[in-house]
């Protein structure tokens, strides 16, 4: 199986900027996806930023220009770099990895979600 390690949330200012980063153990032999989703407070889970196929981004509209998505392939790492922070970025962001697993085959994992809190 693969878990997922989160880090890199916490509290943050108005205007601020925080970077979220996501490595993932276990045998993988391909990523098909790899990003992160959040979910606001009494809202569901929406993606926010994703890497398909190693070269694909999707980034919702709204963090658009504000925040970027990176990887490390050889580490099968995933990070988000986090500016301008608004109040309505807070919530929990989750990493999430759509990768094939030697005996087991292709599996979505997700993190245990780190909090991120813009105050304003």
């Known amino acids: 199986q693969v878990r997922l390690v989160e880090s890199g949330g916490g509290p943050v200012q108005a205007g601020g900027s925080l970077r979220l980063s996501c490595a993932a153990s276990?045998?993988?032999?391909?990523?098909?996806?790899m990003g992160w989703y959040r979910q606001p407070p009494g809202k569901e889970r929406e993606l926010v930023a994703v890497?398909?196929?190693?070269?694909?981004?999707n980034i919702t509209d709204s963090v658009k220009g504000r925040f970027v998505i990176s990887t490390n392939n050889a580490q099968n790492a995933v990070y988000l770099q986090m500016n301008s922070l608004k109040p309505e970025d807070t919530g929990v962001y989750y990493c999430?990895?759509?990768?094939?697993?030697?005996?087991?085959?292709?599996?979505?994992?997700w993190g245990q979600g780190t909090q991120v809190t813009v105050s304003s």
């Open positions: 890497i398909k196929s190693g070269k694909f981004r």
């Open positions: 999430y990895f759509d990768a094939y697993i030697p005996g087991v085959g292709r599996r979505d994992s």
């Open positions: 276990g045998r993988i032999t391909l990523t098909y996806t």
